[in-house]
């Protein structure tokens, strides 16, 4: 029945699928180039249809259809049983089980560490902030938060969008500080700045003053009601989150399922990407819940000759750590999806007389820019998004380790920088806020990294393979033993290593003309992992290394 299911999928596909234009660019049928870890999803091609997504629907599908599709999945429910089961590897894994460079996500802080500056600083690696007086060009529209665009003195472009009454850089705080441990891990975000400006810092554009058939007149008084919405120092400034314009044209948010079909570039189910499934632990990490695809922009970045390609941003990061639109985070975002089918079938079933996690973590809140976020009651892989995410249902323990890896990464100096970077006001939050950030990240990593072998960076010197122990690397573990499972090299047995190398018979060796070892930390039921070598030029190759 699922292979009938399949085939018709397929059939379906292949005649949906969009026939390529004579004049389109033709570009190279393997993206991702083994010798240099680089995706070649960058080649020109013309710029794609913009396309809106509702709101509304996307959110029933997401929050209420996918589930229950998925729970009458007797098949995926059945291989479900036996570990990962129906999850099937990342489309985009490299030889050494990381992910390429693309313009999806560039290989940053746990491959070459950023300075504690450079984070701080983010994408634009510089200082920039809106410079008074500004214009206001446009309402901001979608989204709880009241906002504009603006043009500031330099002729530069910034969505603003106001902290909630009462609760100064509570989410421009907290969009800030994920938006710099984001990037610096190696994803597109925008350049944003906790920011702070005066009504008489504001004038209203004349065309946008006078309105058209699109929009009505803005006036004064409109400003003055949007602006009570908004958050203010005790000196009268109000406080929010300034965005600037990203680069290109914007052409729709991140599909988080599916390709998108008029861009040749775009080769892999978005739910696929391991870069999108290892997101869950930076989300988790940072309490980041609303994960959904509008929180997401794709820009159109022309070359040449009104050819370009597809940039894919992550964008507004305001629902994470303690925060949301309206105040302090409820204490159930993080704990439960919206509409939590598991959840409310426990409650069904014990008459209410159950307490749930997020019950505990509830209290009052004595930081406003902080709001409530906390580390004891959470746990790394129990994080719940606002609705069921594509990507993180796919993921499996893999992509679990690679995300956690990316988490592992960051110093207490990087963490403290990018919180730094938010500027906050309040002196209570920075210590505060520091403390339970790293608390979280090193529960995250004790979690996953206990799950799999975190046995990485391998590479060849002589007939060495010599290897990281990325817990012992951390500080999570003293120096400890390893074993490894040798099948092929011309022999096959086990070993016990007391250092992070193994010694290799010369290639030549080898009947098999290949090996597999798989790696444990002894004494450990994480997961081993494998490494495939193959000869080369009379020395051995590394051609495969998976984790799970």
């Not at 948010?253 to 861009?263: E, F, G, Q, Y």
Request: charged share 30%; net charge neutral.
């Amino acid at each position: 029945m699922r292979r009938m299911r399949l085939a018709g999928a397929l059939l379906l596909l292949t005649l949906l699928a969009p026939v390529a234009r004579a004049d389109e660019p033709k570009l190279p049928p393997q993206p991702v180039d083994p010798a240099t870890a680089v995706d070649h999803d960058g080649q020109p091609i013309r710029k794609p249809a913009e396309r809106e997504k509702p709101l509304y629907a996307h959110q029933v599908r997401e929050a209420l259809i996918e589930p229950v599709s998925h729970a009458f999945d007797i098949p995926d429910l059945i291989l479900g049983l036996f570990g990962d089961g129906w999850k099937r590897e990342a489309a985009n894994v490299t030889v050494n089980d990381e992910v390429a460079n693309s313009t999806w996500f560039t290989n940053r802080n746990h491959v070459r560490a950023l300075t504690p500056e450079q984070v701080r600083l983010g994408p634009l690696g510089k200082e920039l902030v809106p410079t008074p007086p500004f214009t206001i060009k446009s309402r901001k529209v979608g989204g709880v938060n009241p906002g504009f665009t603006i043009k500031d003195k330099a002729g530069k472009r910034w969505v603003v969008k106001l902290d909630p009454v009462n609760y100064p850089q509570i989410g421009s705080g907290a969009d800030v500080v994920v938006g710099r441990l984001l990037w610096a891990a190696g994803y597109n975000v925008s350049h944003d700045v906790s920011f702070s400006f005066r009504r008489e810092d504001l004038k209203i554009d004349e065309d946008l003053a006078k309105g058209d058939e699109k929009a009505p007149p803005f006036s004064d008084s409109d400003l003055d009601t949007l602006l009570r919405r908004g958050a203010q120092f005790a000196d009268g400034r109000f406080a929010g989150q300034a965005s600037l314009f990203l680069e290109g044209t914007p052409v729709g948010p991140i599909d988080m399922r599916s390709k998108r079909p008029d861009d040749p570039n775009d080769r892999y189910r978005h739910r696929h990407r391991r870069e999108l499934r290892g997101l869950y632990a930076l989300c988790s990490w940072t309490g980041s819940w609303d994960t959904k695809d509008h929180q997401s922009l794709e820009t159109f970045v022309e070359t040449k000759d009104s050819l370009g390609f597809v940039r894919h941003n992550l964008l507004d990061f305001g629902a994470a750590l303690g925060a949301a639109a309206e105040g302090p985070r409820p204490p159930e975002r993080g704990y439960e999806y919206t509409v939590d089918y598991k959840w409310s079938l426990r409650r069904l079933l014990t008459l209410g007389f159950i307490r749930e996690p997020w019950r505990k973590t509830e209290s009052e809140v004595t930081i406003p820019s902080l709001g409530r976020f906390e580390a004891a009651v959470w746990e790394p892989d129990n994080f719940r998004s606002l609705q069921p995410h594509p990507a993180f249902r796919e993921r499996n323990d893999g992509d679990d380790y690679w995300g956690a890896k990316l988490v592992a990464s960051f110093t207490d100096a990087q963490v403290a920088a990018a919180i730094d970077a938010a500027g906050y006001e309040d002196p209570r939050v920075k210590p505060a806020l520091l403390a339970l950030l790293l608390e979280r990240r090193d529960k995250l990593v004790r979690h996953y990294f206990d799950e799999v072998a975190p046995l990485d960076y391998f590479r060849v010197e002589g007939n060495t393979l010599r290897f990281r122990d990325l817990a012992v690397d951390r500080g999570l573990s003293a120096a400890r033993g390893y074993e490894a499972e040798i099948d092929g090299a011309g022999e096959q047995r086990k070993a016990r290593l007391t250092a992070t190398a193994l010694e290799l018979p010369p290639p030549s060796m080898s009947k098999e003309g290949k090996a597999k070892i798989e790696f444990r930390v002894a004494g450990s039921k994480a997961k081993a992992v494998e490494v495939h070598l193959v000869p080369e030029g009379g020395a051995w190759k590394i051609v495969r290394v998976r984790h799970a």
